[in-house]
Nanobody, 124 residues
Framework: QVQLMESGGGSVPSGGSLRLSCEFT?????MGWFRQAPGKEREAVAI???????RYADFVKGRFTLSQDNARNTLYLQMNDLEPEDTAMYYC?????????????????????WGRGTQVTVSS
C-alpha cells in the first residue's frame, strides 16, 4: 500500500509561483501529479515514468517542472507563471507496479494510489 501526502498549495496572483511536494511511503515506476478544477474531470499534469522519464500535459507549456528525490521519498512540482486557469486541487498519484502502455500513462484511472490533494488558487 502506497501512501502519499501533498503540501505546498496556496493562493497566489497571476504570474506567481508555487512548489508542491508529495511525500510517499513507497516508490512505484509511474508517479505523477494530477489536478481537478470544480466541475471538471481530473487530468494529468506531469508524470515520471521509470522507463522513459518525464511527460507533461500540453497546457503546462514549459511552466511546470516535476522532479523526484528518492532519497527523501518526495515528488515535487515547481509551478511558475501561474494562470487563473491553473486553479484546482492538485493530487499526487502512484500507479501499481507493472508495465503501463504509453497511452495509459496520463489517464487518472491508471493510478491506484492517491493523496488527499492540495489546493492551488490563482487570482487574476
Amino acid at each position: 500500500q502506497v501512501q502519499l501526502m501533498e503540501s505546498g498549495g496556496g493562493s497566489v496572483p497571476s504570474g506567481g509561483s508555487l512548489r508542491l511536494s508529495c511525500e510517499f511511503t513507497y516508490r512505484t515506476p509511474f508517479m505523477g501529479w494530477f489536478r481537478q478544477a470544480p466541475g471538471k474531470e481530473r487530468e494529468a499534469v506531469a508524470i515520471n515514468a521509470a522507463d522513459d522519464g518525464l511527460r507533461y500535459a500540453d497546457f503546462v507549456k514549459g511552466r511546470f517542472t516535476l522532479s523526484q528525490d528518492n532519497a527523501r521519498n518526495t515528488l515535487y512540482l515547481q509551478m511558475n507563471d501561474l494562470e487563473p486557469e491553473d486553479t484546482a486541487m492538485y493530487y499526487c498519484a502512484a500507479a501499481p507496479n507493472g508495465y503501463i502502455r504509453g497511452s495509459a500513462r496520463l489517464l487518472p484511472s491508471t493510478y491506484k494510489y492517491w493523496g488527499r490533494g492540495t489546493q492551488v488558487t490563482v487570482s487574476s
